[in-house]
């Protein structure tokens, strides 16, 4: 049973999410209209990505408001790693497109899915050595791996303490 939510029993937390939902709704549509250089793309793929975000935080907020907390861990392990995998193709793309090579083959072929992604630990080293390295000092500070494994805990059932919180 799915719970409504009133006014007076909003969250702190609930709201923060609305915030994030908002946030990434606006930026799917301000994309929109920017054609991705390195790809045959027609319209921007961050824009599928920046909604898909946007619906995995909307689905975390009703798990939450249901006391589900358990299941939106399982949705943000998945919410990290489209974060991840966004960096890292526009990193990528950034970095491997050029005018005589139009179009960086291996995103394209993940776009029309003739490829898989890379491995976390592979795009976790390629977003440590690129353009974002004069900030990795600081990003470095955010203990994602930590955030990730709990994230992985929740997933798989780890311990039994967690399956009790859903």
């Known amino acids: 049973m799915i719970k409504k939510r009133s006014q007076n029993d909003s969250h702190e937390i609930l709201e923060q999410l609305q915030e994030y939902v908002d946030f990434y709704d606006s930026l799917s549509f301000t994309v929109t209209n920017f054609l991705p250089l390195g790809t045959k793309a027609l319209f921007n793929f961050d824009t599928y990505i920046y909604e898909a975000m946007k619906g995995t935080l909307e689905s975390i907020l009703v798990l939450i408001e249901n006391g589900r907390v358990n299941d939106a861990y399982a949705l ?91």
């Open 76 to 166: 943000l392990r998945k919410f990290y790693d489209i974060s991840l995998i966004n960096v890292y193709v526009n990193l990528y793309l950034k970095r491997e497109f050029e005018i005589d090579k139009f179009v960086v083959v291996k995103i394209q072929n993940w776009l029309s899915g003739k490829e898989k992604i890379p491995e976390y630990r592979e795009i976790r080293q390629y977003i440590s050595t690129s353009l974002l390295q004069p900030i990795q000092k600081e990003l470095s500070k955010f203990p994602y791996e930590s955030i990730r494994n709990r994230c992985n805990d929740h997933m798989h059932y780890n311990f039994l303490v967690i399956k009790l919180l859903s």
